[in-house]
């Protein structure tokens, strides 16, 4: 086959591809998703294939490899009913959440000390990972971690605080 264009791709090997992510997720949906992530990458890095008479291997290679590299994702995050971790998440009263707003949240941010207010403010506010945070502030991971931990148990007591000084 030489050089072949987009069209033609997906009209010879659409089918075969589908069939194949069929066999492998089991799921119509993921299988179609699989087949049409498979021609987005081909759209993307195709013309880097040398030997044009390769694509049909290069296609189903491809197409295996992103299925198992969804399975990997699924093993490392795997998806919960919000239900099934209730027991996870933080026991917090109604009437302390209907009381609080964002320029609430910013006013305890700054109350809190430094060592605590920047970890907490580059995880939560600028998405920044452990990683991030531990370079930034040139401190290890263990630390950062520690005073996030520290800097959200400061800013519970002093939401609890505000609470009893609006409701006494």
Known sequence: ??????????????ESLYRFALSLARNEHEACDL???????????????REPSKVKS??????????LGGK??????????????DHELP???PNLVSGLDGQAVLAALREIEEPYRAPLT???????????????????IGTVMSRISRGKQALRAR??????????
Request: charged share 20%; net charge negative; aromatic share 16%.
């Open 1 to 14: 086959m030489s050089d072949p264009d987009f069209e033609s791709l997906v009209e010879r090997f659409y």
């Open 35 to 49: 087949t049409q992530q498979t021609f987005t990458i081909w759209a993307n890095k195709g013309h880097q294939l």
């Open 58 to 67: 290069w296609l189903f290679s491809t197409l295996h490899r992103e299925f």
């Open 72 to 85: 990997r994702h699924a093993a490392r995050f795997p998806q919960q009913e919000l239900e099934a971790s």
């Open 91 to 93: 026991i917090i009263e």
């Open 122 to 140: 580059l995880f939560y506010l600028r998405d920044h990972s452990y990683q991030e945070i531990a370079e930034a502030l040139n401190i290890p």
């Open 159 to 168: 939401f609890l605080d505000w609470k009893g000084a609006i409701h006494p």
